[in-house]
T-cell receptor, first 112, second 112 residues
Framework: SQTIHQWPATLVQPVGSPLSLECTVE??????LYWYRQAAGRGLQLLFY??????ISSEVPQNLSASRPQDRQFILSSKKLLLSDSGFYLC???????????FGDGTRLSIL | QKEVEQDPGPLSVPEGAIVSLNCTYS??????FMWYRQYSRKGPELLMY????GNKEDGRFTAQVDKSSKYISLFIRDSQPSDSATYLC????????????FGDGTTLTVKP
């Protein structure tokens, strides 16, 4: 069966520091991969999605970037974190078109 | 106007009640409809996945889609305290087949 791993679960970072969040998927090949941010009590904001290695679509201009160095690995990065980058970050995968997405357990990021 | 509008809640019901959660949408190209359950500090978990109009039942859960009215519902029978969570609707189809559009979620509390 397929599983998705996301780490760390919680992260506290100072303003201006770099960020790297990693997500890996097991049990499937060539998945679509997604990064979302969820503000408290709010819906999901799609940040990036990828349909293949090296193929990244950015949904919202911001201080973050994403990379997909391997088929089942998706990384969310920032060179310098802002206070506004605080939030709950979720990685998800899906099969191809119109198949439902499956989420990891998220990373709660606090910026101090 | 958002493509997907979800009854905001919060919703509080006694144990054993029937719960109705609802979403409306504006994009007639949507053909795939999902319901997710999200516990606090966890990622969303796929509950139901349906295609086009009609009903789908899984245990105590029934998903209903009315494409003519652009309205979807999730019914929970014999609700339990363990059903207390935030429920998100999602849908996909049309030009953006690789992405899903999510509602903002309805928080449900089932009181013993």
């Amino acid at each position: 069966s397929q599983t998705i791993h996301q780490w760390p679960a919680t992260l506290v970072q100072p303003v201006g520091s770099p960020l790297s969040l990693e997500c890996t998927v097991e049990g499937t090949s060539n998945p679509n991969l997604y990064w979302y941010r969820q503000a408290a009590g709010r819906g999901l904001q799609l940040l990036f999605y990828s349909v293949g290695i090296g193929q990244i679509s950015s949904e919202v201009p911001q201080n973050l970037s994403a990379s997909r160095p391997q088929d089942r690995q998706f990384i969310l990065s920032s060179k310098k974190l802002l206070l506004s980058d605080s939030g709950f970050y979720l990685c998800a995968w899906s099969g191809k078109a119109n198949q439902p997405q499956h989420f990891g357990d998220g990373t709660r990021l606090s910026i101090l | 106007q958002k493509e997907v509008e979800q009854d905001p809640g919060p919703l509080s019901v006694p144990e054993g009640a029937i719960v109705s959660l609802n979403c409306t949408y504006s994009n007639s190209a949507f053909q795939y409809f999902m319901w997710y359950r999200q516990y606090s500090r966890k990622g969303p978990e796929l509950l139901m996945y349906t295609y086009s109009s009609g009903n789908k039942e899984d245990g105590r859960f029934t998903a209903q889609v009315d494409k003519s009215s652009k309205y979807i519902s999730l019914f929970i029978r014999d609700s339990q305290p363990s059903d207390s969570a935030t429920y998100l609707c999602a849908m996909s189809g049309g030009a953006n087949a690789g992405k899903s559009t999510f509602g903002d979620g309805t928080t449900l509390t089932v009181k013993p």
